[in-house]
């Protein structure tokens, strides 16, 4: 990527370059999409300025630094255990340290589960030992371990047609990557598939882009009425291999062991920080990432990249001495990876100040070099994106694609708000997700600086312009 250098323009200035106007007829804008896209082009010496203290001035690998210090300090952050509740403390009073108002911390309630000690072992045709992890909310084995013939299966209407087969054996799915949306199903389902048929417990080729010998964990979900099995996922090649083993019809036989135990919920905290809006505090442009993670690696990518460049872009924002004219509010989320538990409970806190949020952001799928943003609203304010995101053309990032998500924002989406989040190497981000990969090796401090500046940008030309985005 070949990008250009620009001069520096001091805070002040820039202030006088971004003042939009409106035209309002009781209370109903008048404005053209001419207008409006004037207004947006006007920020151009603004946005070269972000980009260039971002990328190429003294903020430069910031974003990098502040990660790496977190999370070698206190490594992955599973919710409900200490780990994470120290890293809020952390993030609680660095947002403080660095001059962001409001910062507080809003309590939630969490799930605390533990994978304690596992393994699982080929007993038949040979003795191999087989690389596992829990998938998260699975129940344990019995102390001895459940040992069991095998059933392998590549689909789950393979597992139907085979169903009489699977009663008393361990199910392993060898299911072929799609993308993560398709093949993700086999991971939080596979249990409950496979105790409908009888099975002791279930086995999941880890849902990955590429394997050297990682299983990848994530949460799994059981279902009432249905028994519950232990799961775990393998590596792809094991999945591979006893495929390849029952395809010449030999018996295997695994003797699994899992420790997991689901203990009651605990306290823990969505941390918040802000910028307070200069004409429109009550209004607000939110912007996201989670500090919580699995308990392997070092949650540096996932998602700690996303939490980073998040404070990132506040922090970029104020060091121009910008201010908006709605507040920009950064949300470090906690329990995301149990569904979005504490981001639904900021939304139930929150949901009846819906009618001021103007756009909810968050970056979820890695900080690799980012490829454009990725949007959900109605067509005026995609209209306006794309105008907005015109500004980056300096690091030839002006892509604006559909399906903005994020687990913690969609309750936001769901309910008509539009919602943003970022687009990068998705075919790389799941080579290391979830898995002992994810630390900050993962990480390029060029491109989380890169990734930093589109996020800054959008962020707050949204909320500094004179209307808040249109929805349907």
């Not at 203990?263 to 200069?278: C, K, L, R």
């Not at 929150?350 to 943003?373: A, C, Q, R, W």
């Amino acid at each position: 990527m070949k990008f250009l250098i620009f001069a520096f323009f001091g805070g002040a200035h820039l202030l006088s370059l971004c003042s939009g106007k409106a035209i309002y007829k009781n209370g109903i804008s008048k404005r053209t999409f001419q207008e409006i896209k004037e207004e947006i082009a006007s920020y151009g010496d603004v946005a070269k300025a972000i980009i260039n203290l971002a990328v190429y001035g003294k903020a430069q690998n910031r974003s990098y630094e502040r990660l790496a210090l977190l999370v070698d300090t206190v490594g992955p952050r599973l919710s409900g255990s200490k780990n994470l509740e120290k890293a809020i403390q952390i993030m609680y009073q660095n947002l403080q340290q660095d001059g962001l108002e409001n910062v507080h911390l809003e309590p939630v309630r969490i799930p605390h589960w533990e994978r304690g000690e596992e393994s699982a072992v080929m007993l038949e045709p040979r003795i191999h030992k087989i690389a596992i992890l829990g998938l998260g909310s699975s129940i344990g084995t019995p102390p001895e371990g459940i040992t069991a013939e095998v059933l392998v299966v590549t689909s789950f209407d393979e597992l139907q047609r085979r169903a009489s087969e699977a009663r008393g054996k361990i199910v392993v799915y060898n299911q072929p990557y799609i993308n993560y949306s398709r093949t993700v199903q086999y991971r939080t389902q596979g249990a409950v598939e496979a105790a409908k048929v009888g099975a002791l417990a279930s086995l999941i080729r880890s849902v990955a882009s590429l394997s050297i010998y990682s299983p990848h964990t994530g949460i799994q979900e059981y279902q009432d009425g249905v028994p519950e099995i232990p799961t775990a996922c393998i590596t792809v090649e094991d999945a591979e291999m006893m495929s390849r083993m029952a395809s010449r019809g030999i018996k295997i036989v695994i003797q699994l062991k899992m420790g997991a135990k689901t203990y009651p919920d605990t306290d823990s905290f969505n941390t918040v920080a802000e910028i307070t809006g200069s004409k429109y505090p009550e209004q607000v442009v939110l912007v996201s990432g989670h500090l919580d993670s699995w308990d392997v690696g070092q949650g540096a990518m996932d998602d700690g990249g996303g939490a980073f460049i998040s404070w990132e872009a506040l922090s970029l924002i104020k060091d121009l001495g910008l201010r908006p004219k709605r507040t920009l509010r950064l949300v470090l989320w906690t329990a995301e990876e149990q569904g979005g538990v504490g981001a639904f409970q900021y939304y139930q806190l929150h949901k009846v100040n819906i009618s001021n949020y103007s756009l909810v952001m968050e970056s979820d799928t890695g900080t690799f070099l980012p490829t454009g943003l990725q949007f959900t609203g109605s067509e005026k304010a995609r209209a306006i994106m794309e105008e907005v995101m015109s500004l980056l053309q300096p690091l030839n990032i002006t892509q604006v694609l559909s399906h903005g998500e994020g687990t913690d924002i969609n309750f936001w989406i769901q309910a008509g708000v539009p919602g943003a989040s970022l687009l990068d190497d998705l075919y790389k981000y799941f080579f290391f997700h979830h898995s002992h990969g994810d630390t900050m090796t993962v990480m390029d401090p060029k491109q989380m600086n890169v990734a930093a500046a589109v996020w800054a940008v959008v962020s707050y030309v949204v909320a500094d312009m004179e209307e808040m985005l249109p929805r349907s």
